[in-house]
């Protein structure tokens, strides 16, 4: 099986290159093949015994793009996007990454004809919906996004969903919740503080906590975001049906349940690293993002996200920290 | 105020330029200039004082349409479209003027900069919706269209929106009815049934029901539909908010009630050239359309359709048969 990752050098596109490596299989198939691309070429795999094409190239560039997917990959995750802040401050980078260049990837694949029909999972965001919401997001709520990055993902889905019905390939959306935590240095994303609360106390740092404690949100970790990956990417088309874009199950809890689970974790002195600093601006524009979602079709349809903040907290100790916290 | 029409010789095109020639103002403001593109010159309105510009010409190209735009119309109605079936036969097509030509619209606008943000009304569809439906589609049901017409009208929408919220222009986005009774003559079109029907046998003529009495459809007649769209034209942008795309109020009643209306109003002669010969595959198609919906939002925003089937059927006999129907 050759598998094709778009946006392999991001952070999940890294994680799902590791995890597919270490299983050596997908829809158990054995993987001879991977192609990475990004921007900046992706690294190679340390464990992968199969062949690694890396190619750093514009996922907008159609000609590039044809030549890749000439060579038939089984399986296409299209994860290369520009990020929500970068979307909303360069409009046309926004339209021409997020829109267009999953427009010349669907178009590049129904280029080669003759039968090809490859599963494409394309991560899709919860940045779909828009303001005002009811309690919960149910899973036949209207696209209303409130940012370019919002519209061109749901512009996206909306042309898998048709290209899948036209049998030009067999798509699948995921509507991943915000991932948490996020490794690495904080960012200045506007969400950052979700990660960097957890983040920055347990190795030993201070973090800034810029909203109320009440502020609900929908949180998966790494490790699940490439779990939903995974699985859709195995999903039987007949059981999914025409509505391929799917909202996937998160973990909804309060920025003090997050702080709770951490002090159940890791103790007093690490959750007390915590500052307020409440931030008017923050504060308004978290305001106006989901928090809840009914993710029932996903459920039903077998996808399994993080059984609770403290086992996101848990896999980020694990899978980052080497299991040791800073006491 | 100088006028901008797409699509101003379809049928609804020709219609509204002749209630914008007759009406002389838009907005309680002078009508001085129409410009009416389509892909063949449309035809220039009988008792109109201003100017008009008649363009042949294509959507999708977008150098053309930028000349065009860079004289700033005040008031843009972008109805240039390839219908539905013939965006499901060629799909090619479809995209190209249904998506990049909208898509090139916007571009064009956005390209004026300089302050120019024009009132621009899109004429959408309740194609954006696909099956299966809840009795009645409220404001917030998703799009989860089925066509390609379908897709290509909701990705629109969510441009529309976007380039509204940024600031580039003011859209509204109207989900049309089925708009019947349709002047002229039988069309293949799947959905032709509903306006056939009427308009033959006020005609003198035989007309073919090709699916059950109880089937329910929404419709508005099309003086109605250049109603929406002039009162879209004058809307609040402030009233309006970020959900710029609204369902139209629409007339519900199944088939039976059609024919009752026509009975009613036509008499029992007329209304018995209607033969019935089910057609499975239609009955099928027509099965999977919607056909109820709650159009809140557009009725508080001032949208009004027709009151009844009955004065769907006054409206085409005044409008199209100068009061005369063939007993």
Redesign the interface.
Known sequence: MHIFITGAAGMVGRKLTARLAADGALNNRRIDKLTLLDVTAPGKPDTFSGSVETVAGDIADSTALGKLIASRPDVIFHLAAVVSAEAELD?DKGLRINLDGSRALLDAVRAVGDGYNPRLVFTSSIAVF?APF?DAIS????????T?YG?QK??TE??L??YT??GFLSGVGIRLPSIVVRPGKPNKAVSGFFSSIIREPLAGQDAVLPVEETVLHWHASPRAAVGFLIHAAGLDAGKLG??INLTMPGVCCTVAEQIAALRRIAGDKVAARIRREPDALIARIVAGWPSRFDARRARELGFRGDASFDDIIRVHIEDELGGKIVN
């Open positions: 409009f828009g009811p899973d036949d709520f209207h696209l209303t996004p409130l370019s519209t749901a512009a909306l042309l969903a048709d019905r036209r025409p509505r």
